[in-house]
């Protein structure tokens, strides 16, 4: 079975500029979530999905960050603009529906100078 | 407010000996912990969990002990090995559905 697919692995990119995320979830996983890593800390939940719909999103910073999941497969992170504190790894996971046996992909590692 | 916190930043034992990896959480209606591992460049990977109706689980060299009166788990590895040196998270779940809260982590290092 295929894993979490992300993309970009690595981005740079300036402050006030956008920046987009891809994730492919595993086949059949109905839950999608992303979820953000600071340095030195544990990933920190920004949204998670039941397949098209957005049910928990209370931690999506709404003035700069917007997701989307269309058809319930692959979803999109976007920031814009971005911040100097927006520097992270965004972590794309997903899980069948109840499932806490999330599967991660390898994350993007974004950096903002 | 921390929820979830795992107070050794790093932890360090020979090969062949016992690693235990410590969490703690503050909110009783946690009902489900999870252990993940996270190599380098890669994303956590599950590797075993428990639920509040247990105080242990066991799947080969790795053991999970759960103390609801502490509020506080444990990831047991013995015998350690040093592929087993990685970052270790501990997730709980339970007070919003589909919500995994993770600590910090604790960097294992096991040294042939």
């Known amino acids: 079975e295929a894993g979490v697919v992300q993309s970009p692995r690595y981005k740079i990119i300036e402050k006030k500029q956008p920046v987009a995320f891809w994730c492919n979830p595993i086949s059949g996983h109905n839950t999608l979530y992303w979820y953000r890593q600071n340095l030195g800390q544990g990933p920190e939940l920004l949204i998670r999905y039941e397949n098209e719909e957005a049910v928990d999103d209370s931690q999506l910073p709404k003035d700069r960050f917007s997701a989307e999941r269309l058809k319930g497969v692959d979803s999109t992170l976007k920031i814009q603009p971005a911040e100097l504190g927006d520097s992270a790894v965004y972590l794309c996971?997903?899980?069948?529906?109840?499932?806490?046996?999330?599967?991660f992909g390898s994350g993007t590692r974004l950096t903002v100078v | 407010d921390q929820q979830v916190k795992q107070n050794s930043p790093s932890l360090s034992v020979q090969e062949g000996r016992i690693s235990i990896l410590n969490c703690d959480y503050t909110?009783?209606?946690?009902?489900?912990f999870l252990w993940y591992k996270k190599y380098p460049a890669e994303g956590p990977t599950f590797l075993i969990s428990?639920?509040?109706?247990?105080d242990k689980n066991e799947d080969g060299r790795f053991t999970v002990f759960l103390n609801k009166s502490a509020k506080h788990l444990s990831l047991h590895i013995v015998p350690s090995q040093p592929g087993d040196s990685a970052v270790y998270f501990c997730g709980v779940a339970g007070t919003s559905y589909g919500k995994l809260t993770f600590g910090q982590g604790t960097i294992l290092t096991v040294h042939p």
């Open positions: 428990i639920s509040s109706i247990k």
């Open positions: 909110n009783s209606m946690f009902d489900y």
């Open positions: 996971a997903s899980s069948r529906q109840g499932s806490y046996g999330y599967t």
